[in-house]
């Protein structure tokens, strides 16, 4: 701009092309997860800049983003530096090399990750949390034919979890309205029970329950043949689907099943991996000893595309024992897994997690998220149930809390809605469920402060005043 040039020039030069920018999205770009028909009434919100937690719109105008880029992936803020420009220098160096050859960043990168894994020996790089979770499958599969006849090769997953948007992914996920219509699924998928205590599946309350949401795992197993059953998947925290960390008791009844019929377990971290929960891992809230852990979001916080599947050492030496077979190892390849910004911005990812102690400011500061609403659940009715771990929090609502009645996804979206208009972004869950489209979730990047947290709680304080007229 010259300066020379007159203001109101300005503003009508940055409105036109804004304005352009809008009609060009509108004609042209397929958004994801969006009924156009209703979208196209309204202008797209075009996010044009990032710092922190906040964002600013084309238009100038500014949100408190509590849902760390939309789905969970932008952990530590945006507008950081420092991964910009180690990422920078790295495409300087090499942007690229495929991954049958090594790199730098990539060996680095796996050494300093696997440092916070203790039991976990491998990882293998691709580029979404679909994909990590394909690979995952993709090695339990080829087990199944290298050990044996290739009988042992289904995969339990568990109602209410989402794995992905490939077809093998959604074959294993437990969201009706996410897969509905995406059918023929593969076969050797099969699911098992959630472990929502609100909405315990069978009738129990915990506390007097024998947590058999957890022992459903073998009932499924029975059900498809002990020795048909390869792995099973699991979120450590059920995310999407609402949400839903199990009770402490459930993930050692898993591992001890698991044991029992040689099943291995694969746990999806794409969301609550690097930080998320307080802890390195979700899994590392439980006592558990994963096979394969996958993980994406939070890998590079959302600064390049990255994905992981992390496995033993134990089941990497499977795939080691040609057995005279020419077919006897991993042939699996992910093209942009090749790609050196993932690896760099994951080292600068972990190191700004310890370095900013941001593990332990989830914790506390999930702890005075909880503790506010725990308050707005006094003052609201309609909140049935809030939970969560860390930075990680569902908040459910009800027309009725002693039948549980849910609120419709309509009124959920409007509380969304009511807090995005007064510049708070917040989440909820999205065509999932033909009936439980109604959780609200919070995941806020893991460097908020308090100051902030208020903001987003006064702001679903007045949302639900707002719609429930309470
Ligand atoms: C638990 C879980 N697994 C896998 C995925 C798929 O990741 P991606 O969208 O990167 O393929 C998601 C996406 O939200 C997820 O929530």
């Known amino acids: ?38 979208w196209e009434e309204k202008d797209p919100i075009v996010i044009s800049k990032g710092v922190g937690m906040r964002v600013t719109d084309v238009k100038g105008k500014s949100y408190l983003d509590a849902t760390s880029g939309g789905v969970w992936c932008v952990n530590l803020g945006f507008g950081r530096e420092r991964i910009a420009d180690a990422v920078r220098q790295q495409l300087i160096d090499l942007c690229y090399f495929a991954g049958s050859y090594a790199t730098e960043p990539g060996a680095e990168f796996a050494q300093k990750l696997l440092s916070k894994m203790p039991g976990l020996g491998r990882v293998y790089f691709s580029s979404s949390g679909s994909e990590a979770n394909e690979k995952g499958y993709k090695m339990v599969r080829q087990l199944a034919h290298m050990n044996g006849d290739g009988t042992k090769h289904k995969i339990i997953y568990r109602d209410r979890d989402y794995h992905g948007t490939t077809i093998g992914a959604l074959s294993s996920t437990g969201h009706e309205q996410r897969v509905a219509q995406y059918g023929p699924f593969a076969p050797g998928f099969s699911s098992f029970s959630h472990c929502l205590c609100y909405r315990c599946p069978f009738g129990k309350t915990y506390g007097s329950c024998n947590i058999e949401c957890a022992r459903d795992l073998e009932t499924a197993i029975l059900r498809e043949g002990p020795d048909s059953v390869g792995a099973v998947v699991l979120e450590p925290i059920t995310a999407g689907g609402g949400v839903i960390p199990p009770p402490p008791e459930y993930f050692p009844i898993i591992q001890e099943i698991c044991q029992r019929y040689g099943v291995l377990i694969h746990i999806d971290e794409v969301v609550c991996g690097l930080g998320r929960t307080g802890e390195w891992f979700g899994y590392q809230h439980y006592d558990v000893k994963p096979d394969i852990v996958t993980m994406a979001k939070g890998v590079a916080s959302g600064y390049a595309a990255i994905s992981c599947t992390v496995t033993t050492e134990a089941l990497f030496n499977e795939f080691k024992r040609a057995d005279g077979n020419p077919l006897n190892y991993f042939r699996d390849i992910s ?7 993932g690896p760099v911005a994951g080292i600068e990812t972990l190191a700004i997690l310890e370095e900013e102690n941001l593990i332990q400011n989830t914790r506390d500061m999930g702890d005075y998220l909880m503790d506010q609403l725990y308050a707005l659940q006094e003052k609201h009715a309609v909140i049935g149930d809030v939970r969560g771990k860390g930075l990680f929090v569902g908040i459910e609502l009800v027309t009725d809390r002693a039948t549980k009645t849910p609120a419709s996804e309509a009124q959920t979206g409007q509380v969304a809605g009511h807090c995005l208009e007064h510049g708070v972004m917040i989440g909820r869950t999205n065509r999932s469920f033909s009936d439980l489209n109604n959780t609200l979730y919070l995941s806020p990047a893991l460097i908020t402060t308090k100051t902030e947290l208020d903001e987003i709680v ?13």
Not at 24 to 36: G, I, N, P
Not at 335 to 341: I, N, P, Q
Not at 458 to 470: H, M, N, P, R, T
């Open 1 to 38: 701009m010259r300066e020379f040039e007159p203001m109101n020039t300005m503003l009508s030069a940055t409105t036109a092309a804004n304005d352009d920018i809008i009609a060009t999205d509108k004609a042209t770009v397929w958004h994801h997860l969006t009924q156009h028909q209703q």
């Open 335 to 341: 093209t942009f897994g090749g790609c050196t910004s």
């Open 458 to 470: 006064s702001a679903i304080d007045a949302g639900l005043s707002a719609v429930f007229k309470q």
